[in-house]
């Protein structure tokens, strides 16, 4: 059974929208991360959450808002949907911010 | 910024062909190196960490070499199988940040059977 559950697993959206990226895992991990991957782009690191805190974004625009209600959720939120957004999005956690991140499946978001 | 340059887009081999893919990185310091393996419809997988210290880790067959004089590190297997098939991707992170990765590009290896 995957410990990092991603919701949903595909998910369009209209131009100018807003999403909500559900992300849980159950490893016990005390850290948290988003990741993106364009068809432009590699894999890069957009957001660390440690113990619900937001320690490091990458992130330069601010439609992107990661949420986290508990110690094991970390959701991410996009507003303001454009079609260069679209791209797989991967939650990911480690026990500390030292440690080499874990990878859920992904969310698959196309923005039309 | 921080780079990793991975230049072979795709690898076609046949079984029990020997298996080399080449990374470069630059940086500040002294990283810790990565290679992720990703199936089709999966997120990335941690396949070996090599800490510049070290210089080298070995998983399932599969060995990490690292170079700091040419600042490389190579992902290498003796005898590939039809399994192996896959996106391998190499990283990077700053020294005791972990979670921070810079990806390269990655290399699609398809083994025919």
């Known amino acids: 059974d995957p410990k990092i559950i991603q919701k949903p697993k595909y998910l369009v959206a209209v131009t100018g929208s807003e999403k909500i990226l559900i992300c849980e895992q159950y490893?016990?991990?005390?850290?948290m991360y988003w990741y993106r991957q364009s068809a432009k782009k590699p894999l890069e690191f957009m957001f660390s959450?440690?113990?619900?805190?937001?320690?490091d974004n990458q992130t330069a625009s601010s439609r992107f808002q990661p949420q986290s209600s508990k110690k094991n959720h970390l959701d991410l939120q996009i507003t303001a949907l454009k079609p260069d957004d679209s791209a797989t999005y991967f939650c990911?956690?480690?026990?500390?911010?030292?440690?080499?991140?874990?990878f859920g499946e992904g969310t698959r978001l196309s923005v039309l | 910024g921080d780079s990793v340059i991975q230049m072979q887009g795709q690898v076609t081999l046949s079984e029990n062909d020997f298996l080399f893919i080449n990374c470069t990185y630059s940086t500040t310091g002294y990283p810790t190196l990565f290679w992720y393996v990703q199936y089709s419809g999966e997120g990335p997988q941690l396949l070996l960490q090599?800490?510049?210290?070290?210089n080298k880790g070995s998983s399932r067959g599969f060995e990490a070499t690292y170079d700091k004089g040419t600042t490389s590190f190579h992902l290498q297997k003796t005898s590939v199988q039809e399994i192996d098939s896959a996106v391998y991707y190499c990283a990077m992170s700053p020294r005791n940040m972990g979670y921070k990765l810079t990806f390269g590009t990655g290399t699609s290896l398809l083994v025919d059977p």
């Open positions: 490893l016990g991990h005390n850290a």
């Open positions: 090599v800490t510049t210290a070290n």
């Open positions: 990911a956690s480690s026990g500390q911010g030292n440690q080499a991140p874990l």
């Open positions: 959450y440690s113990y619900q805190k937001l320690m």
